[in-house]
């Protein structure tokens, strides 16, 4: 597991992520600045993993945390 982020590969964050009315709600996946994610107003559940290799499945509603500096989401099928 990594303990300290890579520099330099991210080019656009969302500030939306896959909430229902979302520009981003389509992507196939969203790269969130930060580690509070907040699930309210989002759907489905997502899978999260965030620039330390922590990962966790969120669910629709509920507040997560991560320790690293952005979060990466994809959609759950």
């Given amino acids: 597991m990594r303990n300290k982020p890579l520099k330099g590969l991210i080019t656009k964050f969302s500030t939306q992520g896959y909430k229902k009315n979302s520009p981003d709600v389509n992507n196939p996946y969203n790269i969130i600045p930060g580690g509070d994610i907040t699930m309210e107003g989002v759907e489905f559940p997502v899978h999260g993993i965030d620039n330390m290799g922590n990962e966790k499945i969120m669910y ?4 997560y945390k991560f320790p690293g500096d952005y979060v990466v989401e994809r959609r759950i099928k």
């Fill in 60 to 63: 629709p509603g509920k507040k």
